[in-house]
């Protein structure tokens, strides 16, 4: 069953604490992307892919590290530089290498607090 | 930097009432437009998308939406909602940039919160 999945739903960690966010799709999809939802500010773009080893920041990257090894992957780390992490985050991917005329596709999300 | 508005914060209406629910957006170019749904404890998923031609489109569970280019409007509608039809709507707009595109780099707006009552 072809899809992305986000684990896990729920996390819990420590202000000051790094924390890893993971990311996966099996739809062979070129493109893949980290969204933020907060209450009343839709998504916000964090992080983008179009290509194994290759990102580029979106809007709102700071105190977010991001890595793509492998083309399924594309996971995300909050850093302690986040200054506000608590919230739900998005994955989502596309199919070509991030053409404009793409269809994002998204995850289940995962829901960040620190506490 | 584009944006994306929609008006619409939260909206209630009962069953078999019509749903219209407005988006624009501020880029002078060529966009690709969308609307996604997020029912309660559900993904984000695709509800209809326009690329170019007929500006009215179709999209799943009777929705459909239509471009109108010269307001930088995309607004959803439906004839007759459902209880099953409350969730969140976000309009969200993919930009051509020059040079025959890029990134599909979306923006969002706030959504609509959509209450159905029985």
């Known amino acids: 069953d072809g899809g992305i999945t986000q684990s896990p739903k729920y996390l819990f960690r420590k202000e000051g604490q790094n924390v890893t966010l993971s990311c996966e799709q099996n739809l062979n999809h070129d493109a893949m992307y980290w969204y933020r939802q907060d209450p009343g500010q839709g998504l916000r773009l964090i992080y983008y892919s179009q290509i194994v080893n290759d990102f580029q920041k979106g809007d709102i990257a700071e105190g977010y590290s991001v890595s793509r090894e492998k083309k399924e992957s594309f996971p995300l780390t909050v850093t302690s530089a986040q200054k506000n992490p608590t919230a739900f985050y998005l994955c989502a991917s596309s199919s070509r290498s991030g053409s404009y005329t793409d269809t994002q596709y998204f995850g289940p999300g995962t829901r960040l607090t620190v506490l | 930097a584009q944006s994306v508005s929609q008006h619409n914060h939260h909206v209630i209406l009962s069953e078999a009432a019509s749903l219209e629910l407005g988006c624009n957006y501020s880029?002078?170019?060529?966009?690709?437009l969308f609307w996604y749904v997020q029912y309660p404890g559900q993904h984000l998923q695709l509800l209809l998308k326009y690329f170019s031609g007929d500006p009215l489109v179709k999209g799943i569970k009777g929705f459909e939406a239509e471009f109108i280019k010269s307001k930088f409007s995309f607004n959803l509608r439906k004839p007759s909602v459902q209880w099953s039809d409350t969730a969140e709507y976000f309009c969200a707009v993919n930009p051509q940039w020059g040079g025959g595109g890029t990134a599909s780099k979306l923006t969002f707006g706030t959504g609509t919160r959509l209450q159905v009552t029985l």
């Open positions: 880029y002078g170019g060529t966009v690709n």
